[in-house]
Nanobody, 115 residues
């Protein structure tokens, strides 16, 4: 089992920045991919960005050039730096990690971008 603790959400004006963090509990197994998803009201959950244990990244087209995902393997922590935020980025952001083929989700952190 992996427990995930997310932090960093909040209210920000359009054009502003936020940094999300997600710390995974430590155990003796390596965490593979780590990522961020988001779900806006009345919409399906979608991938925002993910990163492999080796550092390869993948982004949704809507956030390319504005968001940056990174991870600290020693701390089992993944980050999402969000710049140039837009009202359409408003959503609950969920951390997701894969370990031994199992997928674990955080409880989510709300990001609200005002116009």
């Amino acid at each position: 089992q992996v427990q995930l603790v997310e932090s960093g959400g909040g209210l920000v004006q359009a054009g502003g920045s936020l940094r999300l963090s997600c710390a995974a509990s430590q155990n003796r197994f390596r965490i593979n991919a780590m990522g961020w998803y988001r779900q806006a009201p009345e919409k399906q959950r979608e991938l925002v960005a993910d990163i492999t244990s080796g550092g390869s990244t993948n982004y949704a087209d809507s956030v390319k050039g504005r968001f940056t995902i990174s991870r600290d393997n020693a701390k089992n922590t993944v980050y999402l730096q969000m710049n140039s935020l837009r009202p359409e980025d408003t959503a609950v952001y969920y951390c997701n990690v894969d370990q031994l083929g199992n997928s674990y989700w955080g409880k989510g952190t709300l990001v609200t971008v005002s116009s």
